[in-house]
């Protein structure tokens, strides 16, 4: 993004904003769906990424959805378990 300038930088900026907004929701269902406390951790993180997006501090950003996909990768593992527990896999 630090290429970017004026109305593209401003058009970039909000357009991730949303998605991340967008992925927060899909976090928030996985929540509700598997109540581990890792997607929580994951949603907040993204939804500071958000903010910080907002805010024009894409760096910061870019660590805070690091540190929401690792928040995550524990329940990755826990799903595939339990998935292949039950024979889908």
Same mark, same amino acid.
């Given at each position: 993004?630090?290429?970017?300038?004026?109305?593209?930088? !401003?058009?970039?900026?909000?357009?991730? &904003? /949303? *998605? =991340? @907004?967008?992925? $927060?929701?899909? +976090? !928030?269902?996985? =929540?509700?769906?598997?109540?581990?406390?890792?997607?929580?951790?994951?949603?907040? %993180?993204?939804? &500071?990424?958000? @903010? %910080?997006?907002?805010? /024009? $501090?894409?760096?910061?950003? +870019?660590? /805070?959805?690091? @540190? &929401?996909?690792?928040?995550?990768?524990?329940?990755? $593992?826990?799903?595939? $378990?339990?998935?292949? @527990?039950?024979? *889908?896999?």
């Amino acid at each position: 993004m630090g290429e970017l300038k004026g109305d593209e930088l !401003n058009g970039a900026t909000k357009l991730l &904003a /949303l *998605f =991340l @907004e967008s992925l $927060q929701g899909e +976090i !928030n269902i996985a =929540l509700n769906v598997s109540g581990r406390r890792d997607f929580e951790a994951a949603g907040e %993180k993204v939804k &500071a990424a958000s @903010e %910080k997006m907002r805010n /024009l $501090q894409s760096e910061e950003a +870019i660590r /805070l959805v690091s @540190e &929401a996909i690792s928040s995550v990768a524990t329940s990755g $593992q826990w799903a595939m $378990q339990t998935l292949k @527990e039950k024979g *889908f896999l």
